[in-house]
């Protein structure tokens, strides 16, 4: 099982990314799948995810609005499309995938930097 996290970088407060999970030995529809983030010095948040079953979505509030969680199941890949980005948005992010009775997968961070 790997997830791959890519898409992170540099961009100025107001710019957008779109960050990429993509996963193998996983597929998206049967595990719920998500984003969190780190920023130094702090815990790691939640950020948004999708539901396995239902295709339920879920954001935290700091982020409504702004940022877009998706998947695309034919390509075991799961999308977080980040509009109006804050300086405060700066971390690492991560994909994870759980399912009940399952191992809970994480992918490697890719850095997202809000800054002018």
């Known amino acids: 099982v790997q997830l791959q996290a890519s898409g992170g970088g540099l961009v100025q407060p107001g710019g957008s990314l779109r960050l990429t999970c993509a996963t193998s030995?996983?597929?998206?529809?049967?595990?719920?799948t998500g984003w969190f983030r780190q920023a130094p010095g702090k815990e790691r948040e939640g950020v948004s995810c999708?539901?396995?079953?239902?295709?339920?979505?879920f954001y935290a509030d700091s982020v409504k609005g702004r940022l877009t969680i998706s998947r695309d199941n034919a390509k075991n890949t799961v999308y977080l499309q980040m509009n109006s980005l804050k300086p405060e948005d700066t971390a690492a992010y991560y994909c994870?995938?759980?399912?009940?009775?399952?191992?809970?997968?994480w992918g490697q961070g890719t850095q997202v930097t809000v800054s002018s």
């Open positions: 999708i539901t396995n079953d239902d295709g339920m979505i």
């Open positions: 994870k995938a759980s399912a009940p009775l399952k191992p809970i997968y």
């Open positions: 030995g996983v597929t998206p529809d049967h595990y719920a």
